[in-house]
């Protein structure tokens, strides 16, 4: 099972401010995504990354995926309070047929204060 | 429109209890997975439906979990003698395939409290 590991684990910041989370493992990944998750409320998928290096952008997010597909980032510009929530990466082991599995990091717990 | 459902969306127990968690995927979605998120961890996959059958149930952790779902639709988790270690939010995911790329979406999740 391909483990991946999410840091900083908690992020308290103030509105405005630019942070950046990560998501490591020693293991290879076919693709990796990204997801918000807000109390009560199941994960909701933000990004898929594919190839190694490639960069994606949506509004003030920009998430990028290892050269050699075995990390990951997220970077928020000028965070708003409403980017509050835990940020989860997870990515699909394998390819082909076992490809539908997501395995999860443990989330970075993001809070932005007015 | 509508998304996952689950039902219920709080679930209070006592030890040794039996208990049903009840998924309602999305309509036209043939895969369905079920995942359990202990409190400050990420959702762990517990089984994976294709269709009517369990194409995959590695994810459970002992023979007291099991999942149906006989019309290909929706699904029923059920956790037999349940333990104080069973609770967690147990979160229902769909897609309209499994192949590659594709999305999973999930429900709000149902929250088991074992006391």
């Known amino acids: 099972t391909q483990l991946l590991e999410q840091s900083p684990q908690f992020l308290s910041i103030q509105e405005g401010e630019n942070l950046t989370v990560y998501c490591n493992s020693s293991?290879?990944?076919?693709?990796l995504q990204w997801y918000r998750q807000e109390p009560g409320e199941g994960p909701v998928l933000l990004v898929t990354?594919?190839?190694?290096?490639e960069v994606k952008k949506l509004k003030r997010l920009t998430f990028q995926f290892g050269d050699a597909r075995k990390d990951s980032s997220l970077h928020i510009t000028a965070a708003q309070p409403g980017d509050t929530g835990l940020y989860l990466c997870?990515?699909?082991?394998?390819?082909?047929?076992?490809?539908?599995?997501?395995?999860f990091g443990k989330g970075t717990l993001l809070t932005v204060n007015p | 429109g509508a998304g996952v459902s689950q039902t219920p969306s709080n679930k209070v127990t006592e030890k040794g209890k039996y208990v049903e968690l009840r998924c309602d995927p999305i309509?036209?979605?043939?895969?369905l997975y079920w995942y359990r998120q202990s409190l400050g961890q990420g959702p762990e996959f517990l089984i994976y439906?294709?269709?009517?059958?369990?194409?995959?149930d590695s994810g459970l952790p002992n023979d007291r979990f099991f999942a149906v779902r006989p019309e290909g639709s929706v699904s029923t988790l059920k956790i037999q003698r349940t333990e104080r270690g069973d609770s967690a939010v147990y979160l229902c995911?769909?897609?309209?395939?499994?192949?590659?790329?594709?999305?999973?979406?999930f429900g709000p999740g149902t929250r088991l409290l074992v006391l």
């Open positions: 995911a769909s897609s309209l395939t499994q192949g590659f790329g594709e999305t999973q979406y």
């Open positions: 293991s290879v990944f076919s693709s």
């Open positions: 990354v594919v190839t190694g290096g």
């Open positions: 997870a990515g699909r082991e394998g390819s082909g047929g076992s490809n539908y599995k997501l395995t």
């Open positions: 309509s036209g979605h043939t895969a």
């Open positions: 439906f294709q269709g009517t059958g369990a194409a995959d």
